[in-house]
């Protein structure tokens, strides 16, 4: 009779912790997909990152551009005058 019972608790037992493994498998999926979406998110924050970059870059050299460009239009002037 002991016996039995003891089968039955190990029985029990392993149930509960096959129904545990199954949650846990669950929870590793949600999981892996959250850090699967969380990376594809920071390579877009990073792509647009070095969009702004870019941007910023290219208005600095624009600015830069129209002010040598001021200055020789302004040198020319005093030259030719």
């Not at 096959?18 to 929870?27: A, E, G, P, S, V």
């Not at 979406?37 to 924050?45: F, G, V």
């Not at 910023?56 to 551009?65: G, I, R, T, Y």
Request: with cysteine; charged share 30%; proline share 0%.
């Amino acid at each position: 009779m002991r016996r039995l019972t003891l089968k039955s608790q190990a029985d029990d037992l392993e149930a509960e912790m096959n129904d545990i493994r199954k949650r846990l498998t669950t929870q590793q999926k949600e999981s892996s997909g959250i850090q699967k979406s969380l990376t594809a998110l920071e390579i877009k924050l990073e792509q647009k990152r070095a969009d702004r970059h870019s941007l910023l870059k290219s208005c600095k050299v624009s600015a830069f551009s129209r002010h040598v460009l001021i200055i020789n239009a302004l040198t020319y002037l005093n030259l030719v005058a």
